[in-house]
C-alpha cells in the first residue's frame, strides 16, 4: 500500500506536514473561542504536529462519514484573502472543513 500524497504539497500541507510527503491523520480537534486546533500525525508515527489557526471564523463543517477520530487527510488547499487572512479547506475521508484564519502556527508533536 502506497501511503505518499499524490502529487506536489500545498504551501500549507508542506508547512502543516513539515515536507514529509506522506499520508497523515487528524488525531485531535478542538474549537477555542477565535481559534481551531488541530493535532495530526503521520500515517507510520514519524512526524506529529499541532496546527493552531488563530483568528479563525466562519467554520463550516461538512461531515462525509463517522466523525469518529482519526480522520485521514486529504488536502489542505488555502486561497489568500488579501487581508492577512486565509480560506481554508481542510479535507479529511470524514468531514471537510471549510473556515477563514491567519495563517497557522505549527508546533512539533513527539
Request: proline share 5%; net charge negative.
Amino acid at each position: 500500500m502506497n501511503h505518499t500524497h499524490q502529487g506536489h504539497l500545498s504551501g500549507m500541507e508542506a508547512m502543516v506536514f513539515n515536507h514529509y510527503n506522506y499520508v497523515h491523520t487528524v488525531v485531535g480537534f478542538r474549537l477555542l473561542p477565535a481559534s481551531i486546533v488541530i493535532d495530526v500525525r503521520s500515517y507510520d508515527g514519524v512526524h506529529a504536529s499541532q496546527v493552531t489557526f488563530r483568528d479563525a471564523a466562519t467554520l463550516t463543517m461538512e461531515p462525509h462519514e463517522d466523525l469518529d477520530l482519526p480522520w485521514s487527510i486529504l488536502g489542505i488547499r488555502e486561497t489568500a484573502r488579501g487581508d492577512g487572512r486565509w480560506r481554508i479547506v481542510f479535507a479529511t475521508t470524514s468531514v471537510e472543513l471549510i473556515f477563514e484564519a491567519a495563517w497557522p502556527l505549527v508546533t512539533p508533536q513527539r
